[in-house]
């Protein structure tokens, strides 16, 4: 059980000063390649949308099931190699499933040349980090766009792993890994193939309400971290309860929503994907503007989070 500690505080320290350096090898790389053509060839296979959400349900299962198996696995080998190289591969595993460091490094790399008058700069560096279309966007639009993605993120790259994470070192025979890499596989597939429109439609319908429910005590447990920390518990709680709802996710909004309210701003409002114009309910109140001090105290409101939900399962290991 002791291992674990190490594993859990090496692996933060990986992911807060490294985070997943270019080109190097990441298990969700390897979900996405396996997700890429596996959704490929059901859709070329399954033409109605019975067959296709069987096989959404097959592709959720297999990878799901893999991911935390195979990692498991490695896992043993390396122990069984050597204890030492057991503990750098689980801490290695394990700080590929939080996103700290990759959403830091997104915020930063659009607002640096926001700052300085690159509009068009930052536009297109924004584009490789969200889905709505960028090329027409304000700086007022841009901040915004930064502080959703940071927020949104913040339960399902960061908290909601390091949850699974945490709840797998309470199982001697599981470990924080398998959990955390399943996890995240339903995470990647959502994001994936977990759309309303076509051609997932049928196919990603199940990975995509799995998710949901995967994310849904993380999301609100993390929602309690923030309103504890801000301060102002009841405030947060009574805008989220207002405004949370209106989101047709049952996560996102909520995530965004506490973030809104303890910084005192707006998100939400209409977004256009490929044209097509689509409106988001309007979280929190508009008393400031979202500046990029706005997305670094976020950031900073995750970093704390994280660390006391450490802390939490560190206490728990050694009392348990």
Known sequence: MTNNIYILIIAALLDYLIGDPWGWPHPVRVMGW?????????????????????????????????????????????????????????????????????????????????????????????????????????????????????????????????????????????????????????????????????????????????????TWLPCRLTVMTLALLSGKPLDVWRICRRDAIQDPSPNSGWSECAYAAILGVQMGGTNWYGGVAKHKPLLGNATYPITPISIYKALQLTRYSFLLWLGIGIFLIFNL
């Open 34 to 214: 396996f997700i890429s053509g596996m959704s490929k060839f059901f859709l070329t296979h399954c033409q109605n949308f019975f067959a296709q959400r069987l096989a959404g349900i097959v592709l959720t299962l297999i990878l799901i099931l893999c991911s935390g198996l195979c990692g498991w696995l490695i896992i043993q080998m390396a122990r069984w190699l050597h204890p030492w190289l057991g503990i750098a591969v689980e801490s290695i595993f394990l700080a590929s499933c939080f996103a700290f460091h990759s959403l830091r490094k997104a915020a930063v790399d659009v607002i640096q040349p926001l700052t300085t008058g690159k509009l068009e700069e930052a536009r297109q560096i924004l584009s490789n980090y969200v889905g709505r279309d960028t090329q027409n966007l304000s700086e007022p639009e841009i901040l915004r766009a930064v502080l959703e993605t940071v927020t949104e993120n913040a339960t399902d790259g960061v908290m909601a792993p390091l949850f699974y994470a945490i709840l797998g070192t309470l199982f001697p025979l599981v470990g924080p890994v398998p959990l955390a890499l399943a996890y995240k596989a339903s995470s990647t597939l959502d994001s994936m193939v977990g759309y309303r429109e076509a051609p997932y439609t049928y196919i990603g319908w199940f990975s995509a309400r799995l998710e949901d429910g995967l």
